[in-house]
């Protein structure tokens, strides 16, 4: 019986520091959608640009350059957080989401 608890407790352990799955580009832009609104056709805050319409490439720019610290106005701050919490692969994945709004 103790084995079998062992090795119930390595699996709970691998499971949870295993790495997470990349989400898609519409699940990712969800935590967007507040801001930027269902289309990305609203500046964030008043404050920031119109996002719809951006090719990709600009898209990857602006988030890792906000991540950088090295890109952005007066919603630097906040988009650096939102940005943290996104590897390259889903920052491609929403940026060619947000591109074919």
Same mark, same amino acid.
């Given at each position: 019986?103790?084995?079998?608890?062992? *090795?119930?407790?390595? +699996?709970c +352990?691998?499971? +949870?520091?295993?790495?997470? !799955? $990349?989400? @898609?580009?519409?699940? +990712?832009?969800?935590?967007?959608?507040?801001? $930027?609104? &269902?289309?990305?056709?609203?500046? &964030?805050?008043?404050?920031s640009? !119109?996002?719809?319409?951006?090719?990709?490439?600009? *898209? !990857?720019?602006?988030?890792? %350059?906000? /991540? &950088? %610290?090295?890109? %952005? @106005?007066?919603?630097?701050?906040?988009? /650096?957080?939102? %940005?943290?919490?996104?590897?390259? &692969?889903? *920052?491609?994945?929403?940026?060619?989401? *947000?591109?074919?709004?």
């Open positions: 019986m103790k084995k079998m608890s062992g *090795i119930f407790v390595a +699996v +352990v691998l499971s +949870v520091s295993a790495p997470v !799955v $990349h989400a @898609g580009g519409a699940e +990712v832009f969800q935590t967007c959608v507040e801001c $930027h609104g &269902a289309n990305a056709e609203l500046s &964030a805050m008043g404050k640009q !119109v996002i719809k319409g951006w090719p990709a490439t600009q *898209i !990857v720019e602006a988030i890792n %350059g906000y /991540k &950088a %610290g090295t890109y %952005g @106005g007066p919603l630097k701050a906040l988009m /650096k957080v939102q %940005g943290d919490k996104l590897d390259d &692969a889903s *920052i491609q994945a929403v940026a060619e989401y *947000i591109s074919a709004l």
